[in-house]
């Protein structure tokens, strides 16, 4: 069993959905980090959150650190989200990362 | 302020040559990172350094070495290429601090044939 798993590996939604990707992880972390990956191959971070939820402009995303678990939401999706999604569980200091969710947003 | 440069972003190896991949940073950070992205798996940690002087192994090391040349530059050398070693390798950097965002490299498409 992977340390880090997110789910679904893949998803495909139309145009303006609401779009939630899940990721659970079974370390204790310090932070858990949610990144985007395009098809040209580059990485970006999205967010790096301990606790709570972070929001920036169409993305939200949420911890439960009792429970082990992070969401990234995706509100009003657009094709230009379409991407691998991937997070990351910062252990001490070693960064554990999913398989990634490939998000195909249609027109 | 490029962020984090890798060279070069395609290469093609016959088995048992010898390749650096180069990785520099522009943003005075302390710890650099090795990855490879494989279809199936998350990336995996092959090397780092987290300071300027220092390197240490990562989940996956072998047939690799690593540099760390300055606090710019962090590179990554296969001295005998494997078929096994055809992946997608990132370069990353952060501050090195717990909690702190990394920035990653675009990323060098290595194939061993």
């Known amino acids: 069993k992977n340390e880090v798993e997110q789910s679904p590996q893949n998803l495909t939604a139309q145009e303006g959905e609401f779009i939630t990707i899940n990721c659970s992880y079974s370390v204790g972390i310090s932070a858990l980090h949610w990144l985007q990956q395009h098809p040209g191959g580059g990485i970006v971070s999205l967010f790096m959150l301990s606790s709570g939820k972070k929001k920036h402009g169409r993305l939200i995303a949420t911890i439960n650190i009792q429970e082990k678990h992070s969401s990234l939401h995706i509100t009003a999706s657009h094709p230009r989200d379409s991407a691998v999604y991937i997070c990351a569980a910062l252990s001490g200091s070693r960064l554990t990362f999913g398989e990634g969710t490939q998000l195909t947003v249609n027109p | 302020n490029a962020g984090v440069t890798q060279t070069p972003k395609f290469q093609v190896l016959k088995t048992g040559q010898s390749m650096t991949l180069q990785c520099a940073q522009d943003?005075?950070?302390?710890?650099m990172y090795w990855y490879r992205q494989d279809p199936g798996m998350g990336l995996r940690l092959i090397y780092y350094?987290?300071?300027?002087?220092?390197?240490d192994k990562g989940e996956v090391p072998n047939g690799y070495n690593v540099s760390r040349l300055n606090k710019r530059e962090f590179s990554l050398r296969l001295e005998s290429a494997a078929p096994s070693q055809t992946s997608v390798y990132f370069c990353a950097s952060n501050r090195g601090a717990l909690n702190t965002e990394a920035f990653f490299g675009q990323g060098t498409r290595l194939t061993v044939v």
């Open positions: 350094s987290a300071s300027e002087g220092t390197t």
């Open positions: 943003m005075n950070h302390n710890s």
